[in-house]
T-cell receptor, first 114, second 110 residues
Framework: NAGVTQTPKFRVLKTGQSMTLLCAQD?????MYWYRQDPGMGLRLIHY???????AKGEVPDGYNVSRLKKQNFLLGLESAAPSQTSVYFC?????????????FGPGTRLTVL | DAKTTQPPSMDCAEGRAANLPCNHS???????VYWYRQIHSQGPQYIIH???NNETNEMASLIITEDRKSSTLILPHATLRDTAVYYC???????????FGTGTRLTIIP
């Protein structure tokens, strides 16, 4: 049971390049989220999914797209990277047991856009 | 507007109890209080949550005031590995979005 994994761990892009971040979970969770965290800041929600085939916008969705074609995977895409997207990206999946929502986070992807 | 207020930083001596406060004066009746922590550069880690009763698990205790306008996370015997940023978050069950603020940076001092 690997929990939540993210690939890649690090990436450097030039402005205008595109890339896809992959989040995978093996806990059969319905809900998955993508956050970004800038230096000295808290986490901000980019997009989220409440189940396979569904996605929704979070707090800071501009410049990102997502897809949830399979329940275990949640992809975050940057079509044309900008320096403002330099950040650490965290994926999370949510366990719902009784009345408790517990988020399990991946180790993060550190992205630098030059 | 922030829904919770936490001190930006705190220190605690190793082996002592660390008490982290959180104010949430506008909490609604169906909102839970959650605590997460983030150890340097790692993904956040769930600690504990509660609605109105005090809660305890293997990591910590959560004390919620009777009016639910504030709470305290207690780490009973702090170790150096507890040095982290601690986040107090409000969430409705079924509300998919958690809003992370800037948290409290707890430093455990040897």
């Amino acid at each position: 049971n690997a929990g939540v994994t993210q690939t890649p761990k690090f990436r450097v892009l030039k402005t205008g390049q595109s890339m896809t971040l992959l989040c995978a979970q093996d806990m059969n969770h319905e809900y998955m989220y993508w956050y970004r965290q800038d230096p000295g800041m808290g986490l901000r929600l980019i997009h989220y999914s409440v189940g396979e085939g569904t996605t929704a916008k979070g707090e800071v969705p501009d410049g990102y797209n997502v897809s949830r074609l399979k329940k275990q995977n949640f992809l975050l895409g940057l079509e044309s990277a900008a320096p403002s997207q330099t950040s650490v990206y965290f994926c999370a999946s949510i366990s719902r047991v009784g009345h408790a929502d517990t988020q399990y986070f991946g180790p993060g992807t550190r992205l630098t856009v030059l | 507007d922030a829904k919770t207020t936490q001190p930006p930083s705190m220190d605690c001596a190793e082996g002592r109890a660390a008490n982290l406060p959180c104010n949430h004066s506008t909490i609604s009746g169906n909102e839970y209080v959650y605590w997460y922590r983030q150890i340097h550069s790692q993904g956040p880690q769930y600690i504990i949550h509660g609605l109105k009763n005090n809660e305890t698990n293997e990591m910590a205790s959560l004390i919620i005031t009777e009016d639910r306008k504030s709470s305290t996370l207690i780490l009973p015997h702090a170790t150096l590995r507890d040095t982290a940023v601690y986040y107090c978050i409000l969430s409705n069950f079924g509300n998919e979005k958690l809003t992370f603020g800037t948290g409290t940076r707890l430093t455990i001092i040897p």
